[in-house]
């Protein structure tokens, strides 16, 4: 009796031990002291994640280099796909810490399969983040979440947040559960779901950046956070996307581009306006009506005003329908119907891009928004670059960013894109008022944005 009472006291006692040897050790802050050259104040520290890969989350790297500059301690957090911005694998203060990438057994896009691989894909997830979170990160001062994705993302943090003694910051780029109704529909149980957990652990932060003041109205109202300060903190172009204001390096460059058929010449004569658009491929965007607005532009342009220029319209980007399109594209050019459209597509470089924005004539902005209050990240960068934009502009949030008429104009169909398309490049004028606007705006940077309100908020400005 009294053997089997130890026994059980002995094994109770070492599962305790064994606990809470395993806790994630505690964020104690550190003064960095005057004698060995510090300031007497603290050195913040903060952990940057991001469940998605590094390199395309433009936002959380110029977070991680903006805390960096002001003397900060970033390890920024998230998959290696592509190449990180060169300044942050080069800056001391920053570790880029990888996350394990999911079996590639577990990716689909069906419907069906995905209602049993996404279970298996986010227990994977789980694991592989607590123990990057609780173990192989130091304790930091702040942990800067990007939402979404936001599961299993927010429960972890915050629970790792918890033990850690950790600072939870939320950066908001858009709604988790909006972005999974455009998978299933509004009224799933999946979405229901998703969007309660979202509520609930948003609860957890001490603090929230929002990309919009609409996306903050919701935080406020909707998600009813009244405690924790809520700041807007829009998004501003990097410093390589800038405008060139010389026209014979705009010229130079487009025609040094491999995609590029027109030749210098065509250029320079403004017999071809060059029309530039990113897109992920996805069905959030609906490419469909860009082709159309072409294709109805090529039309006008061989019938009823000759006048108008050529289009070379250059698309980057890359993702799963990109296929589907082209094979689009090239029917309806077989059928004469874009004979004034020349349509290429291209995987630029970062900086390539910056130039190709700087370059051309018209940017096009295909996002509809899922939540009604997130914005584009290229029109952002087409700003930054001096280029003025069209775009799709049935959302709640697009006149925060885009000034009807004067930096850029928006439109609801095809219709509508192709009548812009046709009345801004028939006057040089208009186009060119626009392009003013465009690059007032591209004066407003990051900096100037980050600084006062993330930087004061953080302790590092
Ligand atoms: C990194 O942080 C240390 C200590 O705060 C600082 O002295 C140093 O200048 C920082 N390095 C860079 C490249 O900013
Ligand atoms: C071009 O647009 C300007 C306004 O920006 C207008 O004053 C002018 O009449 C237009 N020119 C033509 C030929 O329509």
């Given at each position: 009796m009294i053997e089997t009472a130890i026994s059980i006291a002995f094994w109770v006692s070492s599962c305790l031990t064994l606990l809470i040897i395993a806790l994630p050790s505690q964020y104690i802050p550190r003064r960095v002291r005057q004698e060995t050259g510090g300031n007497g104040k603290e050195k913040v520290t903060v952990q940057i994640l991001v469940l998605g890969d590094i390199g395309r989350s433009p936002r959380m790297q110029y977070h991680a280099l903006s805390i960096a500059r002001h003397g900060g301690q970033v390890d920024i957090i998230g998959y290696q796909e592509s190449d990180p911005h060169p300044e942050i694998t080069s800056h001391s203060n920053i570790t880029v810490v990888p996350l394990p990438p999911h079996p590639?057994?577990?990716?689909?896009?069906?419907k069906i399969v995905f209602l049993v691989f996404g279970p298996l894909k986010v227990l994977f997830q789980i694991l592989s983040l607590w123990i990057c979170l609780a173990y192989r990160t130091k304790p930091a001062k702040y942990l800067l979440v990007q939402n979404p994705p936001s599961i299993p993302t927010l429960a972890i943090a915050s629970v790792v947040c918890f033990l850690r003694q950790t600072r939870l910051i939320i950066d908001w780029h858009n709604f988790g559960y909006s972005i999974l109704s455009l998978k299933l529909g509004n009224r799933h149980p999946l979405v229901v779901i998703s969007k309660w957990y979202e509520k609930f652990f948003c609860g957890w932060a001490t603090a929230h950046f929002c990309v919009t003041n609409a996306m903050t109205r919701i935080l406020k109202d909707?998600?009813?956070?009244?405690k924790a300060p809520i700041l807007t903190l829009h998004d501003r172009p990097a410093s390589h996307f800038k405008p060139i204001l010389d026209e014979e390096e705009r010229t130079q460059f487009l025609a040094s581009?491999?995609?590029?058929?027109?030749?210098e010449a065509e250029l320079a004569t403004g017999d071809v306006r060059v029309l530039v658009s990113s897109t992920s491929?996805?069905?959030?965007?609906?490419f469909s009506v860009l082709i159309d607005a072409l294709c109805r532009y090529s039309e006008i342009a061989t019938t009823?005003?000759?006048a108008l220029p050529s289009i070379l319209a250059i698309i980057t980007g890359k993702g799963p329908q990109k296929e589907m399109y082209l094979n689009e594209i090239s029917a309806r050019a077989q059928a004469g119907k874009l004979e004034k459209v020349d349509i290429r597509t291209a995987w630029l470089s970062t900086l390539d891009y910056a130039k190709l924005l700087g370059s051309a004539s018209l940017g096009v902005s295909l996002h509809t928004s899922s939540s009604g209050v997130d914005l584009p990240m290229k029109v952002v960068d087409m700003f930054g670059a001096g280029l003025p934009v069209v775009g799709w502009n049935r959302f709640e949030a697009w006149p925060e960013l885009v000034t009807e008429g004067v930096n850029g104009r928006g439109f609801g169909s095809s219709e509508e894109l192709a009548s812009h398309l046709t009345d801004l490049f028939g006057n040089l004028s208009k186009l060119e008022n626009l392009r003013n606007g465009a690059q007032k705006e591209s004066l407003r940077r990051w900096d100037q944005e980050w600084d006062p309100i993330a930087g004061r908020l953080l302790g590092v400005t």
């Open positions: 590639a057994i577990l990716q689909t896009n069906n909707d998600f009813q956070i009244t581009l491999k995609e590029v058929a027109a030749t491929w996805t069905p959030d965007e609906d009823e005003n000759t």
